[in-house]
């Protein structure tokens, strides 16, 4: 890493470039966190030598992202495929050149269009450009066929061990991007990895700059013709086996692998170039000019492939299957806003946060109480994700399901919501556009822990004197409610779990009174042992059924109420909130006054005007202000009374329910042992 | 300090695990029981119309240490061999809900009064229940003797029922105990030294295996139900929680929760009848099992003396053999090979007639327990059922 150190006091080509980044920093945050839904971070960590992970996808996925949608890519990418077969004899000559030439065109057309072009921008000098055109010509690779990938792997590999000769050329071509890319992390929360995403941009750099060093006259062209060295790709592979150890590489593109699964296709690719790059460039700082030989390359590269394409299927699954979440929550409306009667859509469990997320920054400053969304649940996904016919992880989806559905009914029985064109679009539509920052793990994630924490703190400051008794009253009796919500949520839970036990114990029981009946020599006694142990095993299966009852209606409930207690609490808050900015407003009239009234008295006529301006204008505010703050005291009120007759009304209903399921497993139970007494009876 | 008397419900009392003739004519109970710390005194009643007692009724207190000793006696004394002993009564055990209080004292802050109060019943009522088990089996232990005919005449057991001091057995000391620990060893190698004899009898042949059979069963099915009982003890505290948490959100919510209270009030009654639940069910099923386990394990023990005898008359033959062999001591040898036929005849022919009653009994024990239990299962749902039902009525109807 001495090289890159080296480079790193980045020299600023131009102050265009350094305006731009940022502005794409923000996008990749976005995007790149998709990457990462979840619980996939923790599976990608063990592959990754170095952290580079986050930094690095950040780097990438944001200018992929568009190119991924990109019809052509798998066509591209079929051609692609072929060039590079054919030209695996060919090693960089010009015919190739020009077949590969062929492609890059459309290929470039389109992807270039919205984050390449934001990166054109960088065109001042010649390395940059074909910088900014690397990741989107990486692109349709990707998408297109991770068998693609995998050779694309090797792709870069080679470039960079062909870079690797003329590695004195592009010391001053790398100068740049390095630069660049650095701004990013300075300016983002990652301020200890600039080292690692170094090697990134590097690296990514290298490539292009050596195929302008080659063909300097067009660049995207370039950049295919590189594809024939696709070939060598076993001979570039071969450059790290010759240092590291051959596992190494193996067992590097085999954690590589389980990424995959999880990710959708741009980390992927990401993903399997970074490490091997990353190593390779190390290496080659030390040893740059190591002669290459590459006897058994063959194998290793092949190794990867078909197992790539395997891959590829699962995760096609893999992502259905995370499409399949979905709510099926037919919706029958009468109302005139909706297109049909009945309506289904397929949306993702983001898509929901999504909604929710909009619904709150849009409602929640009114003071409605915008119901929560179910919460993420990294560990129960990973276990869907990765024990596919778990019992357990249908029970998740299960439940999950459930939540979704009940989130959605509260959505659209509040009058004021239920207008709201996003909850339409949701319900109606039949494509979503992917909702963003949702991701538990991500940067955005992130700032908004932050925000809830400064928004706690302020709450703390916040004084507010209460000219509301029923507000005061309320609030205290909400806070005092939930806490024994909580209580009791975690009592009920408790209580599933003992019904839980309990039902295993029986059947274990049940097992065991069979055992006892088998062994038995009085035949009647044995007849009604066997029909105990019957009978214990009818009643297992309903302290099961009963612990799922439990657990569904009451538990359930609980949980929701305390979320929604929170979304409650928060319609408060809003309404401190206004309170705060009308007193503030005040205050500042209160200042403004207090200046016209020393101008008035030090004689100056000329800012009197101004300052009469300003009074004028903060009065028209501090009314405004007070009006909203009534406003949004009205809809906490009104609010809060419809959550409470709400509320009422879900418990009792909820409760019924609850008691009826325990009415008919008692019916179930009186059945069971009503029909075991005469054969106790029959004992002689 | 805990004292119960239990006149009233004696009768449901007696008897639980065996059918007893009560025509016999000597009638024991325990009518009273009193708790010291560790020890606990039973007062035994007994009324009798034998005139080998001094008078026709009379009470006595002991302590559970004589009642080992008189099961020692019992054992130890060869005429009984070829009966089978009456298991011994197990110690009575009060740890766990005296560690359960302990456990409860101090979690008290963590509870409101009211749930604590109510834990602390429950947990009395439980202590309640072991102690009431505890007489109950002890009383069972005298039943028995006192309605087998042989029993009932054992000298041991007479002053036992009279004597109207203390006893004052010897506690058994560490030589002693480990004396017993070692007879056991001996005992179980012994056991399969004597396997390899050849059974002569089929009819002890099957008993053995049958009873070892159902002796692994039925220790297995004691622990499962022993375990299912206690899962169900913690389902019906996990409701006293829940009615406690309920009844503080209906104390703080005026209007909205109104209904809470009374959902609250059904936890409490659905609690009290889960809870009445587990306990018929340890009472009904898990001391039945509990009881047939130890039975068989004195049945067991009864075949093994047998057995024993009956390789001590193999020796003899093996003795007088070679005594004849060498013709020395024939006599003397012939004498012992007699003896030991004749101990071995007595104890396989007293051992059939014990066994057969035994099977007839367990036959009858489980029966009527399986029967009880199922009753009180069908009670305890339906009461439930009506008050649950009650509970969904008012609840719709307000």
């Not at chain 2, 809870?275 to 018929?280: L, T």
């Amino acid at each position: 890493m001495a090289a890159s150190s080296e480079r790193s006091p980045p020299p600023f080509p131009e102050l265009e470039d350094q305006e731009l980044e940022p502005e794409l920093e923000d996008e990749d945050s976005d995007e790149g966190a998709d990457i990462f839904t979840g619980s996939t971070l923790s599976s990608m960590d063990p592959p990754l030598p170095v952290s580079t992970s986050e930094p690095d996808k950040d780097i990438f996925s944001g200018p992929r992202a568009e190119p991924l949608n990109n019809p052509l890519s798998e066509t591209a990418a079929e051609q692609l495929k072929a060039v590079s077969g054919a030209s695996s004899k060919a090693k960089g000559d010009v015919p190739v050149e020009e077949a590969g030439s062929e492609e890059p065109d459309d290929l470039f057309s389109d992807p270039l269009g919205e984050s390449g072009a934001e990166l054109e921008t960088h065109t001042s000098n010649a390395p940059l450009l074909d910088f900014s055109e690397e990741p989107p010509k990486s692109d349709p690779i990707k998408k297109a066929a991770s068998s693609v990938a995998a050779e694309k792997k090797v792709l870069h590999t080679d470039l960079f061990g062909d870079g690797v000769d003329d590695d004195e050329d592009k010391d001053d071509l790398f100068k740049t991007p390095p630069g660049a890319m650095m701004k990013k992390p300075q300016a983002s929360l990652f301020r200890a990895e600039p080292d690692d995403i170094f090697p990134e941009a590097k690296t990514e750099a290298k490539p292009a700059t050596k195929a302008s060093a080659k063909q300097p006259n067009n660049a995207p062209t370039d950049l295919f013709t590189e594809e024939p060295f696709t070939v060598m790709p076993a001979a570039r592979a071969a450059v790290k086996p010759a240092a590291i150890p051959s596992a190494n590489t193996s067992s590097k593109t085999n954690g590589l692998h389980s990424d995959e699964e999880d990710l959708f296709a741009e980390a992927t690719v990401e993903l399997s170039l970074d490490s091997p790059r990353n190593d390779r460039r190390k290496r080659d700082a030390m040893k740059p000019s190591e002669p290459v030989p590459c006897p058994s390359t063959s194998t290793s590269s092949s190794k990867p492939q078909p197992k790539k394409l395997e891959e590829l299927e699962e995760e096609e699954k893999e992502d259905k299957f995370d499409l399949n979440i979905s709510v099926t929550n037919p919706e029958k409306t009468t109302l005139s806003m909706f297109r049909s009667k009945q309506l289904t859509v397929r949306r993702r469990f983001s898509d929901f946060l999504g909604l929710y997320e909009k619904l709150s920054e849009k409602h929640s400053p009114n003071g409605y109480i915008v119901p929560p969304a179910p919460e993420k649940s990294i560990l129960g996904m990973t276990k869907v994700k990765v024990g596919k016919e778990d019992l357990s992880s249908d029970e998740f989806v299960e439940r999950r399901r459930a939540a979704l559905e009940r989130y959605l009914q509260r959505v659209v029985s509040h009058p004021s919501l239920l207008q709201d064109p996003d909850v339409r679009e949701f319900l109606e539509k039949e494509e979503l556009p992917r909702a963003v920052s949702t991701q538990a793990l991500s940067g955005a994630g992130f700032l908004k822990m932050i925000n809830k924490a400064t928004d706690a703190v302020s709450k703390m400051t916040i004084k507010m004197n209460e000219s509301d008794v029923w507000f005061e009253e309320k609030l205290q009796e909400v806070e005092s409610e939930d806490q024994q919500l909580r209580k009791l949520h975690g009592m009920v839970e408790s209580l599933v779990n003992h019904r839980k036990e309990l039902s295993v114990n029986t059947a274990v029981f049940a097992k065991s009174v069979a055992m006892l009946g088998s062994s038995e020599d009085n035949t009647a006694l044995s007849r009604a042992l066997s029909q105990l142990a019957e009978v214990e095993d009818r009643i297992e299966q309903l302290h099961q059924d009963q612990a799922a009852n439990d657990f569904f209606i009451f538990a359930e409930l609980l949980a929701d109420y305390i979320r929604l207690l929170g979304a409650v609490r928060a319609c408060f808050d809003q309404r401190m909130k206004a309170w705060q900015r009308w007193q503030d407003g005040q205050n500042m009239l209160q200042k403004k006054r207090e200046a016209e009234a020393k101008l008035l008295w030090a004689n100056k006529p000329e800012k009197l005007q101004q300052a009469k301006d300003e009074i004028g204008e903060w009065e028209g505010r501090v009314s405004q202000y007070e009006r909203d703050f009534d406003r949004v005291s009205a809809t906490v009120r009104k609010e809060v009374m419809r959550f409470e007759k709400e509320k009422t009304r879900d418990f009792k209903k909820q409760i019924i329910k609850y008691l009826q399921s325990l009415l008919h497993s008692e019916q179930q139970l009186i059945k069971y042992w009503e029909a075991f007494l005469p054969e106790a009876k029959a004992i002689a | 300090m805990t004292s119960i008397s239990q006149d009233g419900d004696r009768d449901k009392l007696r008897s639980v695990s065996v059918d007893l003739n009560n025509d016999t004519p000597l009638l024991i109970d325990i009518p009273d029981a009193l708790c010291e710390r560790d020890k606990v005194k039973f007062t035994i009643h007994t009324k009798t119309t034998l005139n080998s007692f001094q008078k026709p009724d009379f009470s006595v207190s002991r302590q559970h240490e004589d009642f080992i000793w008189l099961h020692d006696t019992l054992v130890e004394t060869e005429d009984y061999a070829g009966l089978i002993i009456p298991p011994v009564p197990p110690k009575p055990d009060f740890e766990s809900p005296r560690e359960k209080m302990h456990k409860l004292g101090e979690g008290e802050a963590t509870m409101t009064k009211e749930e604590y109060t109510k834990m602390k019943q429950e947990l009395e009522a439980e202590y309640l229940a072991v102690f009431k088990k505890t007489v109950q089996v002890h009383e069972i232990f005298l039943q028995r003797l006192s309605s087998h005919p042989a029993f009932s005449k054992d000298r041991n057991f007479q002053i036992f029922l009279e004597y109207d001091q203390d006893l004052s057995v010897r506690r058994k000391n560490a030589k002693e105990m480990f004396g017993g620990f070692f007879k056991n060893m001996v005992k179980s190698a012994d056991e399969v030294l004597i396997s390899g004899v050849k059974e002569v009898d089929e009819f002890f042949e099957q008993e053995k295996t049958f009873l070892l059979d159902y002796f692994g069963k039925i220790k297995d099915a004691t622990a499962k139900a022993e375990k299912m009982t206690r899962s169900h003890k913690n389902l019906a505290d996990d409701y006293i929680h829940i009615s406690a948490t309920l009844t503080t959100i209906a104390a703080d919510d005026n209007e909205a929760f109104k209904s809470k209270a009374c959902i609250s009030n059904v936890c409490v009654c659905v609690q009290k009848l889960e809870a009445r639940v587990a306990s018929d069910q340890e009472l009904k099923l898990t001391e039945l099992f509990r009881y047939y386990m130890r039975d068989i394990q004195a049945a067991k023990d009864l075949l093994y003396r047998r057995a024993r005898a009956l390789a001590d008359y193999e020796n003899s033959n093996k003795a007088l053999d070679k005594a004849r062999l060498k013709s020395k001591d024939v006599g003397q040898a012939e004498e012992h090979q007699q003896q030991c036929l004749q101990k071995f005849d007595k104890l396989s022919e007293s051992g059939k007639k014990e066994l057969t009653s035994f099977k007839a009994r367990r036959v009858v024990a489980f029966r009527k327990n399986l029967i009880e239990m199922a009753e009180l299962e069908i009670k305890h749902a339906k009461s439930n059922m009506s008050l649950l039902h009650a509970c969904i009525e008012q609840l719709q109807s307000n």
